[in-house]
């Protein structure tokens, strides 16, 4: 086995990871909406020109009682961000875009060209391929800002049901979250499911010699950051490329359809991994890691090979304990020490697992299954280097 082969296979193994833990926080809402409706992208960039000039809690409520049919682009997304004028209401929004994120594009991304021959597909993938065993070894150590902002869909009951659990079963007490209650649910396994924002942090990560490393949190007075939410993720910035190369093999990578990138047409294909061959791993808590059976999409740079989108989605686990699972991470360029990278700008990842305690709880209709989202950015990139200096005129001691 080459020594590539070997860097490829413990870059996989050391972690593209989705790991759940337990959180919580109660809300209540008032008087009930309207019934939800599915939108386009479209569609709500109209509904949100409507809402100006409304209260901003009124806003959030108004977002999240809509379902997109379609997936918002970044480029979208910060626009509309930028002009609503209340917090509650960009993370509503925020909440419900990343839940469309695994959707198709509307049909204006969508470029109407041929799809390629049987050669062309070849060398797409060859260069994607070279390109991934070129990247990750070249790649400079560096560090990035990472800053998460959680979500749950779930119940008032359940979250405080889940903070009572874990005073019981923590030796410390278990911490209170901060929340913003934002509105009912569409994409839900019932009517009484709500957004609730669970908070934002950053983390310095360090990616040295391969490794990824996340550091204390900046401004944290060197003490490790202390994650209290739901669900965090691990290996967006070499194990989800290494995780391709070892997984799957070019005549498993069907061509499926053309995306309109910002700077061209994206090549857009499909793969599935078994799960006896799986290097994507699940754990829950102090339960046993899962490697389950997965599929996805890569969108890839026809003419050099980069990677610029790649997602991933599981169907149940072997347990049963998580329904479904999924990540995306989208790339883009990024300076680095003036030198131009393709490298993670931003992710999203979201589990739909079963809820343990939910029927031993007799206070409320059982909900079995909730919802745990997460929105990742990465920025602040630039190089890590030692530093020295010498100071004219010190005296030896």
Known sequence: MSRMRELLERWACAGLCLLLAAASTPAIFGAPLPAAKDVTVDQ???????????????????????????RVSLARLAQWE????????RQALMAVADASAFLAPPAADTPKLPPPDADTLQQIL???????????PRLPDYFALRTTTAFAITTADRLESMQDANELFQKKHA?????????????????????????SYAQEVTYHGQDEVVNTAPGANGRQHESPY??????????VLSVILVDVSQDQM????????????LAVFHYSVPAERSHFWLHYANERSEHPAYHGEVAIDPESGAIWRITLLTG?????FFAESSLVVDFAPTEIAEARYICPVHSVAMIRYFDTFEYANTAHTPVPFQISLNDVMFTNYHQFRSESHILSGASAP
């Open 44 to 70: 709500l960039e109209q509904l949100l020109k409507q809402m100006r000039g409304q209260g901003d809690v009124k806003v959030a409520r108004q977002i999240t009682n809509i379902k997109l049919t379609e």
């Open 82 to 89: 930028a002009e609503l004028a209340g917090e509650r209401s």
């Open 126 to 136: 060859t260069r994607c391929m070279d390109y991934v065993k070129q990247r990750l």
């Open 175 to 199: 911490p209170k979250l901060n929340y913003n209650a934002l509105g009912p649910a569409k994409s839900s396994d019932s009517p009484e499911q709500q957004y609730f924002w669970l908070g």
């Open 230 to 239: 739901v669900l965090t993720t691990s290996g967006e910035f070499g194990s």
């Open 254 to 265: 069907v061509w499926d359809h053309w995306e309109q990138g910002s700077r061209g047409p």
């Open 316 to 320: 149940g686990s072997e347990s049963g």
